[in-house]
């Protein structure tokens, strides 16, 4: 047994738990864990109705029931991104009250469909624009393996309920590192989808330029696979599949980037685990290809312009369309808002089209390459407070950021599919994740190349999943 998503929806579906069961045993560890701040809004009626609806099913529709691929699964939804019927979306902040009126999305609609059965919403900082989940404005958010550390961001809540047990997978989304990042950090499997394999509307349609993913953090490969391949945009309905994957087998050539330069150095530890993945794969007859930093410097750079650029102007577009007081966020975020409001056409126009030149110069890369490794985080997870907004200084939080995930947002601007995992620990027992980046299409590539690194048990979550604890 693995202790992820799959392991309890088997437990389930075979009658050795009921939905309801799974559903108490989430209600009562997340009121246990209340203190590492996972959860921002808990709704334990909806929850329990949900997990009832599910076990009726499996009585009078066990066809149906059978092929929910999580029937009965407690889960999630993160604080931004969505929306998810009856669950508020604040985004952490102050801006926006407690309640929801508003329906599903087409990816609300197909996790629901997947048999999920949500509780709540997990914490995330104001607006995503942080690394670490800390609202002012609360809960502030703690990694279950070291509450002094942020369990990373924007989707911190949802990363450290999954690796508390509280949940065994949980809603997220990304679109700078915010689903990689906050796995890295709390020993989880993240992956960041190609650009438009997910369906995002209606309103969540072209999110922040298209830089914008929703997915899940997840505690296993198959996991991952799995939800993915339920969410997909080809799995059903109107949204046709951008890209047909054309997944190569047998010798890969494998990318190796160790090298980020002086600006930004990544922990020896980091790159040791990097290596240790690189010689699996030569051990199994792929060809390691040894990349230089010249050939990312100029697109970290200019996905971290375009990054900053465009989260500004799209928050503050946000806060003129819904006529929000921005005077009420954050100091952070109302210097954001400012930022995109002093942008001019010309310097977005700029903006975006170098993120269009990353994403040309990574099909390039891919000529040579069939997918890159590279490190996910500089460190271990930074401590509680690293990412403070009480400041109105945005180049100095997107340097913090950068320095934290230099190659976070190469994924969002670029379109890419990433992937990271942990690959061992240090010696504070805190994950090492790596991160693999694949051509657009290429998940399936991401997922079973993920799968043979998760196959060395380098890594063992501390936390049993609420439900199929011992």
Same mark, same amino acid.
């Given at each position: 047994?693995?202790?992820?998503?799959?392991?309890?929806?088997?437990?389930?579906?075979?009658?050795?738990?009921?939905?309801?069961?799974?559903?108490?045993?989430?209600?009562?560890?997340?009121?246990?864990?209340?203190?590492?701040?996972?959860?921002?809004?808990?709704?334990?009626?909806?929850?329990?109705?949900?997990?009832?609806?599910?076990?009726?099913?499996?009585?009078?529709?066990?066809? !149906?029931?059978?092929?929910?691929?999580?029937?009965?699964?407690?889960?999630?939804?993160?604080?931004?991104?969505?929306?998810?019927?009856?669950? =508020?979306?604040?985004?952490?902040?102050?801006?926006?009250?407690?309640?929801?009126?508003?329906?599903?999305?087409?990816?609300?609609?197909r996790f629901r469909e997947a048999g999920f059965c949500l509780f709540g919403v997990t914490t995330s900082p104001e607006f995503g624009l942080s690394l670490a989940s800390e609202p002012a404005a609360g809960p502030t958010c703690s990694n279950p393996l070291d509450p002094a550390r942020t369990p990373g961001g924007s989707s911190g809540g949802a990363a450290a309920a999954v690796a508390a047990g509280i949940v065994a997978i949980a809603h997220a989304t990304d679109?700078?590192?915010?689903?990689?990042?906050?796995?890295?950090?709390?020993?989880?499997?993240?992956?960041?989808?190609?650009?438009?394999?997910?369906?995002?509307?209606?309103?969540?349609?072209?999110?922040?330029?298209?830089?914008?993913?929703?997915?899940? #953090?997840?505690?296993?490969? !198959?996991?991952?696979?799995?939800?993915?391949? %339920?969410?997909?945009?080809?799995?059903?309905? =109107?949204?046709?599949?951008?890209?047909?994957?054309?997944?190569?087998?047998?010798?890969?050539?494998?990318?190796?980037?160790?090298?980020?330069?002086?600006?930004?150095?990544?922990?020896?530890?980091?790159?040791?685990?990097?290596?240790?993945?690189?010689? %699996?794969?030569?051990?199994?007859?792929?060809?390691?290809?040894?990349?230089?930093?010249?050939?990312?410097?100029?697109?970290?750079?200019?996905?971290?312009?375009?990054?900053?650029?465009?989260?500004?102007?799209?928050?503050?577009?946000?806060?003129?369309?819904?006529? $929000?007081?921005?005077?009420?966020?954050?100091?952070?975020?109302?210097?954001?808002?400012?930022?995109?409001?002093?942008?001019?056409?010309?310097? $977005?126009? /700029?903006?975006?089209?170098?993120? #269009?030149?990353?994403?040309?110069?990574?099909? /390039?890369?891919?000529?040579?390459?069939?997918?890159?490794?590279?490190?996910?985080?500089?460190?271990? =997870?930074?401590?509680?407070?690293?990412?403070? *907004?009480?400041?109105?200084?945005?180049?100095?939080?997107?340097?913090?950021?950068?320095?934290?995930?230099?190659?976070?947002?190469?994924? /969002?601007? *670029?379109?890419?599919?990433? $992937?990271?995992?942990?690959?061992?620990?240090?010696?504070?027992?805190?994950?090492?994740?790596?991160?693999?980046?694949?051509?657009?299409?290429?998940?399936?590539?991401?997922?079973?190349?993920?799968?043979?690194?998760?196959?060395?048990?380098?890594?063992?979550?501390?936390?049993?999943?609420?439900?199929?604890?011992?």
């Amino acid at each position: 047994m693995r202790g992820d998503a799959t392991d309890l929806t088997q437990a389930i579906k075979s009658g050795r738990l009921t939905a309801s069961d799974a559903m108490r045993a989430s209600l009562a560890l997340a009121e246990d864990h209340k203190a590492l701040g996972t959860i921002a809004h808990l709704d334990a009626a909806m929850g329990v109705a949900s997990a009832e609806a599910m076990d009726r099913e499996r009585r009078l529709e066990p066809g !149906r029931f059978a092929a929910r691929p999580f029937a009965g699964v407690p889960t999630l939804a993160k604080d931004l991104g969505g929306p998810f019927a009856g669950l =508020p979306v604040t985004a952490g902040s102050r801006l926006f009250e407690r309640e929801s009126s508003e329906p599903d999305s087409a990816f609300a609609a197909r996790f629901r469909e997947a048999g999920f059965c949500l509780f709540g919403v997990t914490t995330s900082p104001e607006f995503g624009l942080s690394l670490a989940s800390e609202p002012a404005a609360g809960p502030t958010c703690s990694n279950p393996l070291d509450p002094a550390r942020t369990p990373g961001g924007s989707s911190g809540g949802a990363a450290a309920a999954v690796a508390a047990g509280i949940v065994a997978i949980a809603h997220a989304t990304d679109a700078g590192g915010s689903i990689r990042v906050p796995a890295a950090c709390c020993g989880l499997v993240g992956m960041k989808p190609t650009r438009g394999a997910i369906p995002a509307g209606p309103t969540f349609d072209n999110h922040l330029g298209g830089i914008a993913s929703e997915l899940a #953090v997840c505690r296993s490969v !198959r996991d991952t696979a799995l939800v993915f391949d %339920a969410l997909r945009s080809n799995a059903g309905g =109107p949204f046709p599949d951008p890209f047909a994957a054309d997944i190569k087998n047998g010798h890969l050539r494998v990318g190796l980037l160790l090298d980020t330069g002086a600006q930004y150095p990544i922990e020896n530890t980091r790159l040791e685990a990097v290596e240790a993945a690189a010689r %699996a794969f030569e051990a199994d007859g792929h060809e390691i290809v040894p990349l230089k930093w010249a050939k990312f410097a100029g697109q970290v750079a200019a996905s971290g312009r375009a990054f900053g650029d465009i989260i500004s102007v799209n928050l503050a577009a946000l806060i003129d369309t819904l006529a $929000l007081d921005g005077r009420r966020a954050e100091p952070l975020t109302q210097a954001f808002i400012a930022r995109g409001n002093a942008l001019s056409a010309t310097a $977005l126009w /700029n903006a975006l089209n170098g993120a #269009v030149l990353v994403s040309r110069d990574f099909w /390039n890369l891919f000529d040579n390459v069939d997918c890159i490794l590279m490190p996910m985080l500089s460190t271990a =997870p930074l401590a509680i407070g690293s990412f403070p *907004s009480d400041h109105a200084d945005t180049e100095l939080q997107l340097e913090r950021m950068a320095a934290f995930a230099p190659l976070a947002s190469l994924a /969002n601007i *670029s379109g890419f599919p990433a $992937l990271t995992l942990p690959f061992g620990t240090d010696a504070d027992g805190l994950p090492l994740p790596v991160q693999i980046m694949a051509p657009m299409g290429h998940e399936p590539l991401l997922l079973s190349l993920a799968a043979r690194l998760e196959r060395e048990e380098r890594w063992q979550h501390r936390f049993p999943v609420a439900g199929l604890a011992a």
